[in-house]
């Protein structure tokens, strides 16, 4: 039986990767798509029905472009940088909660590559990694464009990095866990029967920040200061061609729903369907394992609605600029993560002493 | 410790992923690297001085001050994980918190009182 | 299953931490040094305290390299040359090698339980709550000692800012 779980780990945490890897195609085509319907063009519409195989065009150009390594570049870290991006990317997933359980063979599976206790500590860990990739890529280049691109994505990373933090301590305050599947399992029910019982209606301010913050973590816009092409050319990217600069797109896509899963499981209720619960559910289907695929379709829902307003606000928002990109984090998003916190723990223990 | 196996299966899936996008990205392909191809890429220009400059200190501040803020909030994890159990015990532990976070909240007031990281 | 995977990551420690020491370049030692970490909490895991080792990952590998790989680009640290061993050198290898002999000493003399310590899950948070009570003194001196390191570093900086000039904003 041991060798059975292994197996079915091995597989089920197989699928949960390729799952997010193919975000990577799809977004080629939403973000494509999303920016001509912004910007009023057509946007890709040759390849395949509705330009729906654009994307595979996409990667095969990529694979087929030619490798060049600059001359000045330090070969070994200029090689190894975009795969130090993408593997802490691939990395973070483990901790997202997909869904409640599956069974198989008279065993339950959690839906999630691995039900960590620490699930919140590990994402801001391993995420906190992606920056090395950056700074020894753009170091590597050994081109001005690309060490100050390098020097301020990471500035810019670390500095969004501390409300990150305070927004997803004030969440481990309320629900008193740091495992995301605890949290999500809180968030079954109703509030005050009209309202889904979700972490934002309890931590709307928590919410807000942790949202900008994955804005300034993933490097999108109003926060590309890193890519900046209008300044930077590409920034740290800048001598990276082929499919090393594919990578580095990849890592951002991926990044950018592992963030969207977080701010699913922390405050949008995770698999939970709003205002039905798990049970009710289970006796309308009858079977756990149709739940389960529920909930899965749930999660993806939720986390391709917020891949939807991060392509939306990509092409809405201008960018900022460098100061004014530092004085948003230091002097307005970590003081109001230390409010909130304040906030978070006063509201509680008011609640709790009346 | 068992939890993180399943960690341990990502990790060597995501290792496969690289060392595939590695060696797809050799295999297909092509070149023929001629000079200026592999010369620096300053728009064209005739790069000027080298890239390896020092750089301004502010860069160096925001890092330190990353890591003292850093380590502030590894403190805030594990209170924020028996703040909620420990309700019924009194205010100790929302004192000592509230202590704690004055002194960070005066760190940040210096900082910004004294202008370091050029904010205004 | 456990004894190979505790070699694993303590060779795997280990062949990081000369690389951190053997490397010319600097940037290269930054780098060795995060694979130490990743190694060091790797053995945590392996003891069962999953907090101590996301902590490890956090504030070593997310905080503490990045400022070294920092000061190393700023400034433009190259590659280290060959510097003829003089006095401080010498004084610094004799209190290495001492710390060094001392640590192997103790390891030798104490008998070595040969298994490793397993840490029950929720003991994290009957640690953290140990840290909040007991430990309640040296915790709020920590935080004072963190505001006093923010200013002193504005205070080193500054004065190193002067003499540079023609820093622009």
Not at chain 2, 30 to 46: D, H, I, M
Not at chain 3, 22 to 43: D, E, H, K, Q, T
Not at chain 3, 125 to 144: D, M, N
Request: hydrophobic share 55%; charged share 10%.
């Amino acid at each position: 039986m041991e060798a059975m779980d292994l197996i079915v780990t091995a597989v089920k945490t197989a699928i949960i990767y390729l799952g997010m890897v193919q975000v990577v195609p799809i977004m080629l085509i939403v973000e494509r798509r999303g920016a001509a319907l912004i910007q009023d063009r057509p946007g890709p519409n040759r390849v395949g029905p509705f330009g729906l195989f654009q994307p595979i065009a996409d990667v095969i150009k990529m694979m087929m472009k030619e490798v060049t390594i600059p001359r000045q570049v330090n070969k070994a870290l200029y090689l190894l940088g975009p795969f130090l991006v993408l593997f802490p990317a691939s990395l973070v997933i483990a901790a997202i909660p997909f869904g409640d359980f599956f069974t198989l063979f008279d065993r339950n599976y959690v839906l999630q590559v691995a039900n960590i206790d620490v699930g919140i500590l590990y994402v801001l860990a391993i995420g906190s990694l992606g920056i090395y990739g950056i700074l020894f890529g753009g170091w590597a280049s050994n081109n001005k464009f690309s060490l100050i691109g390098a020097m301020r994505s990471s500035s810019q990373i670390i500095s969004y990095e501390i409300p990150l933090g305070l927004a997803a301590c004030s969440a481990v305050v309320w629900y008193g866990s740091f495992s995301l599947r605890e949290m999500v399992s809180i968030q079954e029910g109703t509030l005050l029967g009209v309202l889904p019982n979700w972490g934002i209606f309890y931590q709307p301010l928590g919410f807000l920040l942790f949202f900008i913050a994955a804005f300034a973590e993933t490097n999108r816009l109003p926060f590309d200061l890193p890519e900046s092409e209008a300044e930077l050319v590409a920034g740290f990217h800048t001598e990276y061609g082929a499919m090393d600069f594919g990578t580095f797109f990849m890592a951002e896509y991926m990044n950018m729903a592992t963030m969207s899963g977080l701010m699913v499981s922390m405050y949008f209720g995770g698999w939970h369907l709003p205002w039905i619960s798990d049970a009710t559910l289970l006796q309308w289907l009858g079977s756990r394992n149709l739940l389960a695929a529920l909930q899965v379709l749930t999660v993806i829902v939720k986390i391709a609605v917020f891949m939807l307003i991060f392509v939306w606000v990509r092409w809405t928002i201008p960018r900022f600029r460098f100061d004014q990109l530092m004085r948003l984090a230091w002097k307005n998003l970590i003081p109001l993560g230390l409010f909130n916190l304040v906030l978070t723990a006063l509201i509680l223990y008011f609640k709790g002493a009346a | 410790m068992e939890a993180f196996l399943p960690v341990g299966f990502l990790l060597i899936f995501a290792l496969l992923l690289c060392i595939g996008l590695f060696t797809v990205k050799r295999l297909l392909g092509p070149r023929n690297p001629v000079a200026s191809k592999l010369a620096v890429y300053e728009c064209g220009v005739t790069p000027e001085g080298s890239a390896r400059a020092p750089f301004k200190t502010a860069f160096y501040l925001i890092a330190v001050l990353f890591l003292l803020f850093d380590v502030e909030a590894a403190f805030f994890f594990p209170w924020a994980l028996v703040y909620r159990q420990s309700l019924s015990e009194g205010p100790a532990l929302l004192i000592a918190m509230l202590v704690y976070m004055a002194l960070l909240v005066l760190g940040l007031v210096y900082i910004f009182r004294k202008d370091c990281l050029k904010l205004n | 299953m456990r004894e190979t995977l505790f070699m694993v990551f303590s060779l795997f420690t280990i062949a990081a931490a000369s690389g951190v020491v053997l490397s010319r370049n600097p940037v290269y030692s930054a780098f060795s040094l995060i694979l130490s970490f990743f190694g060091l909490s790797g053995l945590y895991l392996l003891w069962g305290s999953t907090f101590m080792a996301m902590i490890q990952i956090l504030i070593y590998t997310g905080a503490i390299v990045v400022l070294f790989v920092f000061v190393v680009m700023l400034l433009n640290l190259q590659t280290v040359r060959e510097n003829s061993p003089n006095l401080l050198f010498l004084v610094g290898a004799a209190a290495a090698v001492w710390l060094f002999s001392l640590m192997i000493l103790r390891v030798l003399t104490r008998a070595i339980p040969n298994k490793a310590v397993e840490i029950p899950t929720d003991q994290l948070r009957a640690i953290s709550k140990l840290l909040f009570t007991r430990y309640l003194w040296p915790f709020e001196v920590l935080s004072l000692f963190l505001l006093v390191m923010i200013v002193a570093i504005f205070a080193i900086t500054r004065t190193q800012e002067i003499p540079q000039g023609g820093e622009k904003k």
